[in-house]
């Protein structure tokens, strides 16, 4: 305890486990945000919740981008088709994260572009 504020109480197993699984499951609702809030309010508390809310945050900000990409490639007829299977692509990997995450095991997305550490 320094300067009047306590240190943040260890995350119990269970709980690290549903924060890391919300983690990649509030992707589905609030894209970037989700992943983003429990990095930061739960990430102190618990290593396998920082790890897994960083790799969550980084498959969110990668499908943001491959979502923009997509939609300006709409003009030229095949964003069109790229939109959906991009969207499918991020729905199918965030409960397989979720999955995983719930499980205790940590999870590493395929073809994301890894900018937060």
């Known amino acids: 305890m320094s300067n009047g ?16 699984m919300l983690a990649h499951l509030s992707g589905i609702i609030i894209a970037v945000i989700g992943p983003l809030i429990i990095m930061l309010v ?6 396998f919740v920082k790890n897994q809310s960083t790799e ?21 007829v095949i964003g069109a088709f790229l939109i959906p299977i ?20 940590e999870y590493r997305y395929p073809i994301t572009l890894r900018l937060v550490k």
């Open 56 to 76: 969550a945050l980084n498959f969110q900000i990668t499908l943001v981008i491959a979502m923009v990409i997509s939609f300006i490639l709409t003009f030229v």
């Open 5 to 20: 504020v306590p240190a943040p109480q260890e995350l119990s197993d269970s709980d690290a486990k549903l924060w890391a």
């Open 86 to 105: 991009v969207a499918i692509f991020g729905l199918v990997f965030m409960i397989i994260g979720g999955i995983k995450a719930y499980g205790g095991e």
């Open 42 to 47: 739960f990430g102190p508390r618990s290593a």
